[in-house]
């Protein structure tokens, strides 16, 4: 490989920054119940330890995003909460409100048919503006669970009235270096409509979001698990960015719904391809988009932090396999109807065996070069078990594993 163009795919790795989820180094369940792990993070603490272990080992991962329910405690200041990170030598990264857990949500929060559900997701939402503004977060990330279970069972149009008046309600509230990230998902907790469907629906919402503000102030969050089967994603992704629309990407994988796995555990290729759009804008406008790459995985079995190292791991090296793809070839081949052969310039790039590449990366950085093999030769992941055990039963928790 020539030197021109590794210092290149170097520098794209050095500014490929993947943030972590804090809810994704606790224990998780399905809806059926938990199964615990002795290591698995339950305090604030203990999640930006294990962030910070993924970073110290990786390199790319200097954020967390953070839950505000789970990861601010009542009458904590958020400073507090940013201190407690650096000690990890990570920072704050998106903010993420919660309006599903509480029971006044029961109906929805923006959308509520329930005026005081609906008091209560702008109060709480206001609070994470506040918060964000504190701890100088760039993001403020909404996923709702609003939706109808049953048809007609409330008024689609008021709900989504409702819900755009509030987004952009918020959005103005907003500092300047703050932009809104707005999820979507087709189905799931609701099970007959969801309020924010799909894309094009979050499109919208963005849209109103901040048109009083000059536009662009909110953006689409697409994250890889919230699309039915078969839904091009790479193609929504193409299409955002060419539109400017695209804030944010979840990473994780699935093999039927919202099934949080590892990246590529299931689908590389797809994966890859949607890199392959990403590099594709990069090379087309000449400069890589802004985006704030995140992984959204929870899956239950897998220890939390050697899954995270995973998930990294892998997108750094379907990211660098998308950098191989010789784009000036492409577009000419592509030109002239080429079909096989512009397919086989993806499928080539695909194939490439990039592991020296990001190793040989990881060497200049002074990372560890084998990151997952130099944490489960560390014994940590056994360490933490055991303290984290120790420690849960000094603080008198019970751990509830069923639902009933
Ligand atoms: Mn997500």
Known sequence: MKSQRMSRIFEALDSFEI?????????????????FQEASASTTEEKFHDAGLVHQLTGACPTVAVHVLWDFQAGQHPREVVRLARKYKVGIGSINPNLFQDQCYKLGSFCSPDAAARRAAMTHALDCVD???TVKSKYLTFWLGDGT??????????????LQKAFRRVAEKMPSRMTMLIEYKPFEPAFYHTDIADWGMAYVFCKYASSRMGGRRAKVLVDAGH????????????FLLDEGMIGGFHFNDRKYADDDLTLGSIDPYGAFRIFNQIVQNTFDTGKAPKLAYMIDQSHNLKPKIEAMVQSVDLAQRLFVKAHLVDRKTLARVQHKGDIVAAERLLQDAYETDVRHV???????????????????SSGVINRLGRQRSAARKARGEVQVASYA
């Open 149 to 162: 279970n049953y048809p007609g069972q409330d008024n689609i149009v008021r709900r989504k009235r409702d």
């Open 19 to 35: 943030e972590l989820p804090s809810w994704g180094f606790a224990d998780t369940g399905t809806r059926f119940g938990k199964f």
């Open 131 to 133: 918060i964000g503004r």
């Open 227 to 238: 699309h039915y089967q078969s839904v091009n994603i790479e193609h929504i992704v193409a």
């Open 358 to 376: 990001v190793r040989d990366w990881r060497a200049s950085r002074k990372l560890p070069l084998d990151p997952l093999g130099e944490l489960r």
